[in-house]
């Protein structure tokens, strides 16, 4: 199993918004980084990932799980832009925040602290445990 971070807006799509769609899920869209969209293709069926309200909350606030391989982004007719869905699994009991996460020495490495604005990133097996740990799951 693979670990990720998908960062959102909550104005835009937050963490009741995603609940909300139960074990459908929703598709994770309007992604136009190449990066983030590379990272999207090398995921699979159960992955999971945090979800990280960004703007001014800043935290991790819910787990999701991969439920749909890569596809087109159905917001666009550009063939470049592909998404997988995601489903809400729980949420974080003690949202982490990114003031919490750059304070931990073990977390220094994290994609999150050295490339912040990557709306769709890795997460390694150490990471996930320690935040988990720190959310209270």
Known sequence: MQYWLFKSEPNTWSWDQQVAKGDVGEEWD????????????TMEIGDRGFFYHSMKEKAVVGIVEVCALIHPDSTTDDPRW???????????PNPVTLEMVKAEP???DMVLVKNSRLSVQP???????????IGGL
């Open 30 to 41: 309007g992604i136009r980084n190449y990066q983030a969209r590379n990272f999207m293709r």
């Open 82 to 92: 592909e998404c997988v869905d995601v489903k809400a699994v729980e949420a974080v």
């Open 106 to 108: 073990k977390l220094a």
């Open 123 to 133: 997460v390694t097996a150490d990471e996930w445990a320690l935040i988990c740990q």
